[in-house]
């Protein structure tokens, strides 16, 4: 029999999940289904092609490029950026003289959007006057250098501005796990004798492995989700050295309007996606303690 | 450690905590800069350089933003009281009933923290273009609004409100909307403050969607809009677009200057489950 109660949360549920269905889990299937068929042109409807658009995909080596560049953005990005959020946190946590000036520095960046701050750091790599090669060209004399037009450096110039726009926002998350680990336990370490480093290694970091795993499934898909940047900054050039995967699904499907194939692009992100946060799940598992 | 060697310590730890600090307000500071000066002094720095105005009026007649501000502002606003409005109703549902599927359908909500509308572009631009909304407001809010973060985190407030409070209301005749209303809401608060805060920020701040589903004045918001200004290769100054960067991120600078402590609590807050 259907209870009272039953009908009453279906109702409450029912317009949430009618957006949830309709803009995340229908497009999620329907993208899975058009990855098998071509691009419908014109009068021409999709036709179901099989596994043409994956062969086509292993096959693109501009995809295996953007793939390889995703992949160095992680690394380049999430360790740096958890790492500096970690001693952002401790200093600010920390009695420090201007305390509030230096967490107003930190945090900035979160709240101003990344295509605005791309315009910025846009005029720092700019060569020649721009700020970088005027500080490098002061301190060492080195010849103007073009950070973003160069295919070995355009990358790294765009984790750098992720990893500052990043850093801040984790920064709260472990200024919040900090303030809730009990003072009485580093007092008693300080009793036995050990030092910051000790105390830092043996008592705080674990304690904060709970936020790590948070903080770090937030960054593995910012790194797939982060793009904005890159539309002002290089436009995903020279010859893709800067695309990453969802920029390029982009450029496929709203410049080529190849949008079978940018489906096939899709179904990759998501698949990536989701063994990057199974995978980190079983990695900190082991790790995280004291929940 | 002895104390000398503590107070040194301290002052190392200050140094460089202060030295980061400098390095990550320096963009900003630079935009300031070079929007409050003539064009010549971009890459001069000299303390007594004139002061001028003039690139906030040059950036804000070369395009639309007083419009821009206005969609962003409309966009937020819809966004933030549709977001209220189903994850408060979706909250109370997983929070307080009993009913076959809520385990399954709670997977499915957090199953949008990890397959985010951000990422599916194609089939969405389809589905607006079926349903005949590309190019306006409500296209670029519709994927946000069942947000599966903010029903997590009002879920997990209102599990905290004791039952009690919910019997007694119900006892003096609430139904149980009414139990929501007086009871739930205002206890939740904070919470909604926070995810307002949040949200409000997030999607002010988004691009990549509103670029692809927006094509005119009429409906770009000022993160679309200064991308359009600044991408066109007229050799606009750069102290036109620092300035125009400064305006549009100006309205959330100022509210987050002025409520630091409240942001900074509610990203806390929010972080925290």
């Known amino acids: 029999m259907i209870k009272r109660e039953w009908i009453y949360g279906w109702l409450l549920l029912l317009p949430a999940m009618v957006f949830l269905f309709a803009f995340t889990h229908i497009p999620a299937i329907t993208t ?63 009695r420090l003289a201007g305390r509030g000036f230096v967490r107003m520095a930190y945090f900035t960046p979160t709240v101003l959007p990344l295509i605005a701050v791309a315009n910025i750091w846009l005029f720092f790599y700019t060569p020649g006057f721009g700020l970088f090669d005027q500080i490098t060209g002061f301190l060492f004399g080195w010849s103007a250098s073009n950070y973003l037009g160069n295919p070995e450096t355009a990358l790294n110039a765009v984790i750098v501005v992720t990893v500052w726009k990043e850093a801040g926002f984790f920064m ?80 496929t499907a709203f410049r080529f309007w190849e949008t079978g194939y940018a489906a096939t692009l899709t179904v990759a992100l998501l698949v990536l996606l989701s063994l990057l946060a199974i995978g980190q799940f079983f990695f900190f598992d082991r790790k995280v303690h004291y929940k | 450690m002895n104390s000398m060697g503590q107070t040194f310590d301290r002052f190392l730890n200050t140094l460089a905590a202060w030295a980061l600090a400098l390095i990550w307000i320096l963009p900003l500071a630079y935009a300031v800069w070079t929007a409050i000066h003539p064009a010549a002094y971009e890459a001069r720095f000299e303390l007594f350089a004139p002061l001028t105005y003039d690139n906030f009026v040059k950036a804000w007649e070369a395009a639309p933003f007083a419009r821009y501000f206005l969609n962003t502002f409309i966009l937020v606003t819809m966004i933030l009281a549709c977001q209220f409005f189903l994850c408060t109703l979706a909250a ?24 985010m509308p951000d990422i599916l572009i194609v089939e969405n631009y389809k589905t607006m273009r079926l349903l005949d909304l590309v190019d306006t407001i409500p296209a670029i809010a519709l994927p946000y609004v069942a947000s599966g973060f903010g029903i997590f985190l009002l879920r997990q407030t209102f599990k905290t409100i004791p039952k009690e409070l919910d019997e007694a209301a119900r006892i003096e005749g609430s139904s149980f909307l009414g139990v929501l209303w007086r009871v739930y809401i205002p206890l939740a608060k904070p919470t909604y403050l926070a995810y307002g805060l949040v949200s409000v920020s997030h999607h002010w701040n988004n691009f990549l969607w509103p670029l692809i589903v927006t094509n005119s004045v009429e409906t770009r918001p000022v993160t679309v809009g200064l991308s359009v200004f600044s991408a066109i290769d007229s050799g606009i100054e750069w102290s036109v677009i620092n300035a125009a960067t400064l305006i549009t991120s100006g309205p959330l600078l100022i509210a987050f200057l002025l409520f630091q402590r409240q942001f900074v609590q509610s990203f806390m807050r929010a972080g925290i489950k």
Do not use: C
């Open chain 1, 172 to 251: 709260i998350f472990y200024l919040a796990a900090l303030q809730a680990i009990p003072v009485s336990l580093k007092e008693a370490a300080q009793i036995e004798g050990a030092g910051r480093w000790i105390i830092f290694w043996r008592i705080t970091f674990p304690l904060l492995m709970p936020t790590t795993l948070f903080v770090s499934v937030n960054a593995v898909i910012n790194s797939f989700r982060l793009v904005d940047h890159i539309f002002i900054l290089t436009d995903g050039g020279p010859d893709n050295a800067s695309s990453l995967l969802l920029f390029y699904i982009y450029e």
């Open chain 1, 32 to 94: 899975l289904i058009n990855s098998f068929y071509s691009t419908p042109r014109g009068r021409r409807p999709a036709k179901f092609l099989g596994v043409d658009n994956y062969e086509r995909m292993l096959a693109d080596p501009v995809f295996w490029k953007v793939l390889w560049n995703n992949l160095w953005f992680a690394i380049g990005t999430i360790p740096v950026s958890v790492g500096l959020a970690i001693l952002m946190a401790l200093w600010v946590n920390d």
């Open chain 2, 92 to 115: 109370y549902a997983f929070a307080r009933f009993e009913f076959p599927g809520r385990n399954v359908l709670f997977a499915l909500v957090l199953l949008q923290l990890l397959v």
